[in-house]
């Protein structure tokens, strides 16, 4: 059952709601103000509709190029350099959210981002769970089985390797959330039904093409931390990291988790972003289809009256006019001379044996609407071969 924010304590625990457990995090003091830029500051007082929010990742500064998310209103998450806990995660994504868009918004988000865009939707009532955007939460290097680098920087006191973890984190607090258990824990508490809503793609570092590439291993890891992760990662997050009931993606490879490693950045992947941003809007309508433009047509009956008598009679009455426009006139000819009828039905034209006439009579309507436009029918009645039994042989096929 879902709360709403405004209700919830904020605080540095993890609420899963399943037989009330509780995980402590580390993080800092949640009470702090981390002040928007006084561009983003009028945005929220201004408020828009609907549009996307882009999220960065666990103690991170800006983590999106916000340009090259332009097909629709875009703004930037911000709580820069904090170590938080999914939920108080979460809190900060759907207070600047409903801030910035007063009806409805998606997310394209970061590392820990990724997760707690997922619990945003999981335990708070929001915009975000009114957006039709055909991928509401989108995630990139999310960390959802956590990491091997956060288990380690969690655990170990000090030393060697906590001093390295220290370098690549910014000396950024540890967070529960990311090691292993700590997200085996969060995953127990996330519906199907939101992982229904979230989109995530992975990426890692170039892979070995044969046995020789392999041996020379420092030549292809992101980093020193994919040393300690072992296996494919993008440096930070093991390639592996699903979140089962979610919409896999697909990985990319020679693609890392930030900029500064070995690889590309995989937030810098500007034809992946293009097709993320057109994800997290809503579909376009399609277009109403446009009436078609006037249209005439004719066509031709034949009716054998007796022995020596033929009727052919010709229809236009199923012609139709341009869009909003109705048809005011049909002009007639009969094998390319003119005829005095003006309606949309002419005849019967009356033939009797022993007369001269083609082997096929052809019927030109031309037929105008009140808009102006004008088009052009053309049918063809074919006599019965009883005319050729006359004296006008030569005629006769």
């Not at 290097?141 to 030393?159: E, S, V």
């Not at 097709?275 to 006037?294: G, H």
């Amino acid at each position: 059952m879902k709360e709403t924010h405004e209700a919830i304590l904020s605080d540095d625990s993890l609420y899963f709601g399943k037989g009330d457990i509780s995980i402590p995090s580390i993080v800092q003091n949640d009470n702090e103000v981390n002040l928007l830029d006084p561009e983003d500051q009028h945005r929220q007082m201004q408020g828009t509709p609907r549009g996307l929010l882009l999220v960065h990742g666990w103690c991170s500064g800006r983590a999106w190029d916000s340009s090259r998310f332009n097909n629709g209103e875009t703004r930037e998450f911000q709580d820069f350099d904090r170590s938080r806990s999914h939920f108080a995660f979460a809190q900060r994504i759907v207070t600047q959210g409903d801030n910035f868009f007063s009806e409805d918004w998606s997310v394209i988000a970061h590392s820990q981002g990724g997760a707690a865009a997922t619990s945003a939707r999981a335990y708070f009532n929001s915009g975000l769970d009114a957006t039709t955007a055909g991928c509401p939460i989108q995630t990139m290097g999310t960390p959802y089985r956590g990491t091997a680098l956060m288990n380690l920087y969690f655990n170990l006191g000090g030393g060697f390797i906590t001093q390295i973890l220290g370098e690549i984190f910014g000396f950024c607090g540890p967070q529960f959330d990311m090691t292993s258990l700590g997200s085996a824990l969060w995953r127990l508490s996330i519906p199907s039904s939101v992982r229904n809503d979230v989109y995530y793609y992975r990426t890692r570092h170039r892979q070995p093409r044969n046995f020789w590439q392999r041996l020379q291993f420092w030549r292809w890891k992101c980093d020193i931390g994919s040393y300690l992760i072992g296996g494919s990662d993008d440096g930070v997050v093991p390639a592996g990291s699903h979140l089962s009931g979610a919409n896999n993606m697909g990985l990319t490879n020679s693609e890392c988790h930030t900029n500064g490693m070995k690889y590309d950045d995989q937030r810098d992947n500007n034809a992946r972003n293009e097709i993320m941003d057109q994800c997290s809007r809503p579909p376009t309508p399609a277009p109403t289809p446009a009436p078609p433009p006037l249209t005439a047509r004719c066509h031709a009956v034949e009716i054998l009256q007796s022995v020596s008598q033929l009727d052919v009679s010709v229809d236009a009455s199923n012609s139709y006019p341009g869009p909003g426009a109705s048809i005011t006139s049909y002009t007639w000819k009969r094998n390319g001379l003119s005829l005095p009828q003006t309606g949309a039905n002419i005849g019967p034209f009356t033939y009797y044996e022993g007369d001269i006439i083609p082997f096929s009579l052809r019927f030109d309507v031309t037929v105008r609407d009140s808009s102006g436009a004008m088009d052009t029918a053309t049918c063809f009645s074919y006599p019965d071969n009883w005319f050729c039994g006359n004296s006008n042989t030569a005629l006769c096929p």
